[in-house]
């Protein structure tokens, strides 16, 4: 039956459309169109109301109801399908990734069976056909099918290379080897890729096994990361839990005193209640007494008078004033020095072992790396040990600043030197760096005297002749800066102040962990104070840095 319907298409084609019937009706003369194609048809026909077959011509009234013919549905999907079935091609026709495809298949590509030299295309069997067939076509060259066919075709010739020159290491077709390249070695195109392909398996084999070692590094890196993220949270917990413990103590501790300072306070109050309300009974009793008599005093008869002042004037028992000790608001002076004698104790060890912590957690080396801060002027052993010899560098100071000492020491003269011309002189701040770099950990003193001296530390690549704020120590991103004005202090960076209380020395300690990033200044003394404390990431070698104001100088000390 299908092969009867096959050849019958044409009977069940739309009339209007030309294409295969698509729901299929049929109208009262008997010729079936695609229900879009007759409705769309008699649309146009609406204000006439008359409708006609646009095939014969027949007219109808009223406009006729139009119903799918199942029937003619059916035969028209089965003819549909065998046609489908018949123009499939085997799916082993279809090109793989080692085929060459057709260049003219607009979808899934068959397999080219031969390439066009002058037309640079690679056909199947259908698209090939009109090289067969148009006469202009077939003079064309034909050629087994070749991938990447415009990269194989000779530039010079126009054929396809299919040697391999030794001598010159390039791809020729035959009339090359006969021409620029007669009596080279030469090879098949195929078997010089056969040598080659064993050469790239060995060099694959070598990737791989390199990506294997990648991948070990990043599985590796992995479990650190995990590892540090979980070691993290866990430690982040265990110090939440212990200063929420702390936390709590201290709270329950301060309920614990608030409760005996109440008592005690109760007690006491009450105790004072008492006794000054006896004392208020006396005072009236007093009074009431002062009244008689002065009433008696503007007594007219003398008689009278003498009768009444034996008994008014009797002062009955005497007593004296109350034995208790009065302190005169200092009642709880004891406590309160407790309580603040206490606080400066705690907060001295939450000082010390916060810094302990904080090391740890950067894994700071050296005096940061557990040790307490010091505290006394024998405890800067410590700090001696990372001691570092610095001098000025004559070629960074500016015109008013005059180096001594063995270039240690700086003092502002208003006179300029006359220093040489150097790209490293500071043009305009009063400032100059050292000689030295400073990385690892190191530590050093400064002695000033005047009004106003800058203690710093800088990258060498901070500017010298730029503006005040990319010059000057502590107003850019490249210096760090303790400002000693008199008896004042402020830490500055990239022009963020911060103010520090309290005064300190002439001698000014800095110490500085390069890798931790850790970088401190003391008051240097009979004891060490710290004035600031700064945790960042160095990413260039540090150089100390000296700014003086008018009047003022700065040694940088020989330590042992």
């Not at 990372?386 to 500016?398: E, G, K, R, S, V």
């Not at 008199?486 to 500085?512: C, D, M, W």
């Amino acid at each position: 039956m299908a092969e009867g319907i096959q050849l019958q298409r044409e009977r069940f084609c739309c009339s209007i459309c030309l294409d295969l019937l698509s729901d299929p009706v049929t109208v009262p003369c008997g010729h079936s169109y695609c229900m879009k194609c007759i409705n769309n048809h008699l649309d146009t026909e609406d204000e006439s109301e008359i409708y006609s077959c646009p095939l014969c011509g027949q007219d109808f009234m009223p406009r006729p109801l139009l119903v799918k013919n199942d029937m003619l549905a059916f035969v028209v999907d089965e003819l549909k399908k065998t046609e489908n079935q018949a123009e499939a091609p085997a799916e082993d026709c279809f090109a793989g990734p080692e085929d060459v495809a057709c260049d003219v298949c607009p979808e899934k590509k068959l397999k080219a069976i031969e390439s066009c030299l002058q037309c640079l295309a690679s056909y199947c069997e259908k698209h090939l056909q009109p090289h067969n067939d148009v006469p202009p076509l077939r003079k064309h060259k034909l050629v087994e099918a070749v991938a990447e066919l415009q990269e194989s075709i000779c530039p010079q010739h126009q054929e396809v290379m299919r040697l391999f020159c030794l001598t010159d290491q390039s791809c020729i077709c035959y009339l090359c080897s006969e021409d620029d390249h007669k009596g080279h070695d030469q090879v098949s195109a195929a078997a010089e890729r056969s040598a080659r392909q064993k050469e790239l398996e060995g060099v694959r084999q070598r990737i791989q096994q390199r990506i294997q070692e990648k991948e070990e590094d990043v599985r590796s890196f992995q479990q650190e990361e995990d590892a540090v993220g979980n070691s993290a949270e866990k430690v982040l917990s265990n110090t939440e839990r212990i200063f929420t413990q702390l936390i709590n103590t201290a709270g329950k501790k301060l309920s614990e005193m608030r409760e005996k300072i109440q008592c005690r306070q109760k007690t006491e109050v009450g105790r004072f209640r008492k006794i000054r309300e006896k004392v208020e009974q006396e005072m009236a009793e007093f009074k009431r007494r002062d009244a008689e008599l002065e009433k008696l005093s503007h007594t007219a008869g003398h008689a009278l008078f003498l009768l009444n002042y034996a008994s008014v004037s009797r002062l009955g028992d005497s007593k004296d004033r109350p034995s208790i000790k009065l302190r005169r608001l200092r009642h709880f002076e004891k406590v309160n020095m407790s309580v603040s004698e206490a606080g400066d104790k705690l907060q001295e060890v939450l000082e010390e072992e916060s810094e302990k912590i904080l090391m740890a957690v950067t894994g700071a080396t050296g005096l940061a790396s557990g040790q307490a801060q010091p505290k006394t002027r024998a405890s800067i052993l410590d700090f001696l040990e990372h001691a570092c010899q610095i001098t000025l560098d004559p070629d960074t100071a500016n015109p008013h600043l005059f180096l001594s000492e063995d270039n240690r020491k700086v003092v502002f003269v208003r006179e300029e030197q006359e220093y040489s011309t150097h790209p490293e002189r500071f043009a305009y701040s009063w400032q100059v760096l050292s000689r030295e770099s400073l990385t690892g950990c190191c530590y050093l003193e400064v002695e000033r005297s005047g009004r106003g001296v800058l203690v710093a530390v800088a990258y060498k690549d901070i500017s010298r002749t730029g503006t005040f704020s990319e010059c000057m120590f502590g107003h850019n991103n490249k210096s760090w800066a303790l400002d000693c004005y008199q008896n004042s202090n402020e830490f500055r960076h990239n022009n963020i102040k911060t103010a520090i209380l309290g005064t300190s020395s002439p001698r000014v300690g800095v110490y500085l962990d390069h890798r931790a990033g850790v970088l401190s200044f003391y008051s240097v003394s009979g004891t060490m104070t710290l004035l600031h404390r700064v945790q960042t990431t160095f990413t260039q070698p540090l150089y100390a840095g000296l700014w003086l104001s008018d009047g003022a100088a700065a040694e940088v000390c020989k330590l042992k």
